[in-house]
């Protein structure tokens, strides 16, 4: 069978890891949220060779797709299920870092409040959480597409949305990460890094 692929990651890959570079350590296990098929977790493998890294998602249905791309792959562990609107997770370790791409849009506000709440708990040290995606920034959306994006997303969900970035951080903030830096980055979409306090 044909692996399931989102034409956007090949078109966002490179410019994610240049952001990446600036902030990962050289070495420890990073966690990614919300990994879908696989793609953007494989290509940080193989750019960042040092680092372990841990796919995850609130769905099994493409673990098949992850596991096939990473199945070369010797610095990547199984994927767990994490749903991040969920208060307890099951056999998760400490990680230096979390990276989060595409997701709190489209998922309800609470995947994003229980993703720091997941952080807070396992982050360990001054460790970081990446997040890309799409934002409003004072209450507007940076371009005429991320607003009808927005307006796709809640037809077909009312709980999904681009998110505002300032309430995002506030979230942050209330679980003890501060933001560290806002990139921009092509297609309208933004790199967030947060920093634990
Ligand atoms: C648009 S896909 C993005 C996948 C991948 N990060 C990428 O950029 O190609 C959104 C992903 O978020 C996941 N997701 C949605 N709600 C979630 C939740 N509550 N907890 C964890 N993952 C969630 C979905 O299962 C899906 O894999």
Same mark, same amino acid.
């Given at each position: 069978?044909?692996?399931? =692929? /989102?034409?956007?990651?090949?078109?966002?890959?490179?410019?994610?890891?240049?952001?990446?570079?600036? /902030?990962?350590?050289?070495?420890?296990?990073?966690?990614?949220?919300?990994?879908?098929?696989?793609?953007?977790?494989?290509?940080?493998?193989?750019?960042?060779?040092?680092?372990?890294?841990?796919?995850?998602?609130?769905?099994?249905?493409?673990?098949?797709?992850?596991?096939?791309?990473?199945?070369?792959?010797?610095?990547?562990?199984?994927?767990?299920?994490?749903?991040?609107? #969920?208060?307890?997770?099951?056999?998760?370790? =400490?990680?230096?870092?979390?990276?989060?791409?595409?997701?709190? @849009?489209?998922?309800?506000?609470?995947?994003?409040?229980?993703?720091?709440?997941?952080?807070? #708990? /396992?982050?360990?040290?001054?460790?970081?959480?990446?997040?890309?995606?799409?934002?409003?920034?004072?209450?507007? @959306?940076?371009?005429?597409?991320?607003?009808?994006?927005?307006?796709?997303?809640?037809?077909?969900?009312?709980?999904?949305?681009?998110?505002?970035?300032?309430?995002?951080?506030?979230?942050?903030? =209330?679980?003890?990460?501060?933001?560290?830096?806002?990139?921009?980055?092509?297609?309208?979409?933004? =790199?967030?890094?947060? #920093?634990?306090?």
């Amino acid at each position: 069978m044909a692996l399931p =692929s /989102y034409p956007s990651t090949n078109r966002n890959r490179t410019y994610i890891v240049e952001v990446l570079k600036v /902030y990962l350590p050289k070495t420890g296990t990073v966690l990614e949220t919300a990994s879908g098929t696989g793609e953007h977790i494989s290509f940080f493998c193989s750019q960042f060779p040092g680092i372990m890294w841990q796919p995850s998602d609130m769905s099994e249905d493409l673990f098949w797709a992850i596991r096939e791309r990473l199945v070369a792959q010797n610095n990547v562990e199984p994927p767990v299920l994490i749903d991040l609107t #969920k208060k307890n997770f099951r056999d998760l370790k =400490s990680y230096v870092g979390l990276v989060n791409i595409n997701m709190i @849009h489209i998922a309800p506000w609470q995947a994003c409040v229980g993703l720091f709440r997941l952080a807070e #708990k /396992y982050i360990k040290g001054d460790g970081f959480v990446y997040m890309y995606g799409p934002f409003r920034i004072n209450g507007l @959306h940076t371009s005429e597409s991320n607003k009808n994006f927005d307006l796709s997303l809640k037809q077909k969900n009312p709980e999904w949305g681009v998110r505002d970035l300032e309430a995002v951080v506030t979230v942050a903030e =209330s679980f003890g990460f501060r933001c560290l830096c806002v990139h921009q980055m092509p297609a309208n979409n933004k =790199s967030v890094v947060f #920093k634990k306090i």
